[in-house]
């Protein structure tokens, strides 16, 4: 069946220090792809998406490219801040018509001063 | 406009007593979707309704959990005779229309606890 799979945390950096999450996926048909992210005691916000093969989404410094080839969303963002601190899903939307989502388990990132 | 409303926020209960979540999508969403996140794990989709139909609900549990959104009122999912394997996060979303292209909201979550 379809699947996420993130790598693990916890994932810490300096701020201003470059970030990587990686998220490779298995599906069937052609998925679109999320990343949400839920700060704590929070629900989850929805950071970017990619809808088709080679999409590019971003949104507040962060960026993830749809690659087809290797099934990856890998999240990145050139720059972090202690405000990012936060755990960090990758997602993908069935295909079938509606918004089910399969969530990966979630990558904790901290961010020092 | 407010956003998807969940209540309560925090629920504790006693093992085999009844659990009620509410969840009022935001206006003019007519697409529910609740989701269970256990302790340090992603979220696992439950049950999709739209109003007054559940469409899919191949995540519930067989036994002890329903799910409904009637026609007036929010949305409620219920689990009956909650034992400590039940303790989790459970998050409502809604969107206005279906399709992959549609961005769903999530609600704060209830945090579920069974002592």
Request: net charge neutral; hydrophobic share 35%; proline share 5%.
């Amino acid at each position: 069946g379809d699947s996420v799979t993130q790598m693990e945390g916890p994932v810490t950096l300096s701020e201003e220090a470059f970030l990587t999450i990686n998220c490779t996926y298995t599906a069937t048909g052609y998925p679109s792809l999320f990343w949400y992210v839920q700060y704590p005691g929070e629900g989850l916000q929805l950071l970017l998406k990619a809808t088709k093969a080679d999409d590019k989404g971003s949104n507040k410094g962060f960026e993830a490219t749809y690659r087809k080839e290797t099934t990856s969303f890998h999240l990145e963002k050139g720059s972090v801040q202690v405000s990012d601190s936060a755990v960090y899903f990758c997602a993908l939307s069935v295909s079938g018509g509606y918004n089910k989502l399969i969530f990966g388990a979630g990558t904790r990132l901290a961010v020092h001063p | 406009n407010a956003g998807v409303m969940q209540n309560p926020r925090h629920l504790v209960r006693r093992r085999g007593q009844e659990a009620r979540l509410r969840c009022s999508p935001m206006k003019g969403h007519s697409h529910v979707y609740w989701y269970r996140q256990l302790p340090e794990e992603g979220l696992k989709f439950m049950v999709y309704l739209q109003k007054e139909n559940i469409i899919d609900e191949s995540g519930m549990p067989k036994e002890r959990f329903s799910a409904e959104f009637p026609k007036e009122g929010p949305s409620i999912l219920r689990i009956q005779q909650v034992v400590r394997g039940d303790s989790a996060a459970y998050f409502c979303a809604s969107s206005p229309e279906t399709g992959m292209n549609t961005e769903a909201f999530f609600g704060q979550g209830t945090r579920l606890t069974v002592v």
